[in-house]
């Protein structure tokens, strides 16, 4: 259990302090939310999801931040942050690699608080990550079952870079 946050040195780069960043939409993120709606011609969003978890078991762990980037197919493309009070320990393992620790989401809000606005964010929308399919996802639905706010994403089309690397090294 980390209680105080360790030396950003000892971690990697420091946290921003805010919990939450809603609807950012720098130049930058318009300019690649434009080649993606493009290059992949969509038809409808396409929301990015990356998680950072109290762990690496779906069954137990719980998560402490979500950022979502959803592109329209507009190309018009938006970002959400947030950190989530997890209501139980941060195991240091788990702060070893994403820098989030207890006394960073000790003020934030729990998932059951952000789960009206993180499942705005991601509904009519196809889903996009990193080893979405096999983590994000289910963990996902278990915090959002347990929040009282099912989220239905079956009709979502995924974009799971990690299974796609899989199949191309087949």
Same mark, same amino acid.
């Given at each position: 259990?980390?209680?105080? /946050?360790? @030396? ?8 921003? !302090?805010?919990? $939450? ?24 969003? +396409?929301?990015? =999801? ?5 762990? +690496?078991? =779906? /069954?137990?762990?719980? #998560? ?11 190309? !018009? ?6 950190? #989530?009070?997890?209501? $139980? ?10 820098? $989030? /620790? ?15 606005? =993180? ?21 996902? @639905? ?16 995924? +974009?799971?870079?990690?299974? $796609? ?6």
């Amino acid at each position: 259990m980390v209680d105080s /946050c360790p @030396d950003p040195a000892e971690v990697g780069a420091a946290q921003e !302090s805010a919990h $939450i960043n809603s609807g950012e939409q720098s130049e930058e993120l318009q300019g690649l939310g434009a080649k993606l709606a493009e290059r992949l011609e969509l038809t409808r969003a +396409l929301t990015f =999801v990356d998680l950072e978890t109290t762990g +690496l078991d =779906v /069954c137990t762990a719980r #998560i402490v931040e979500v950022a979502l980037v959803r592109v329209e197919p507009t190309g !018009s493309a938006a970002s959400f942050a947030t950190l #989530i009070n997890p209501t $139980i320990s941060i195991p240091a393992e788990a702060t070893r690699v994403h820098s $989030i /620790c207890n006394d960073d989401v000790a003020d934030a809000p729990t998932f059951a608080e952000a789960a009206a606005t =993180v499942g705005s964010w991601l509904a009519e929308s196809d889903l996009g990550g990193y080893n979405l399919a096999r983590f994000d996802l289910p963990l996902l @639905d278990a915090e959002f079952e347990r929040a009282g706010h099912p989220f239905a994403w079956d009709e979502a089309r995924i +974009l799971d870079a990690c299974a $796609i690397f899989k199949r191309m090294e087949r």
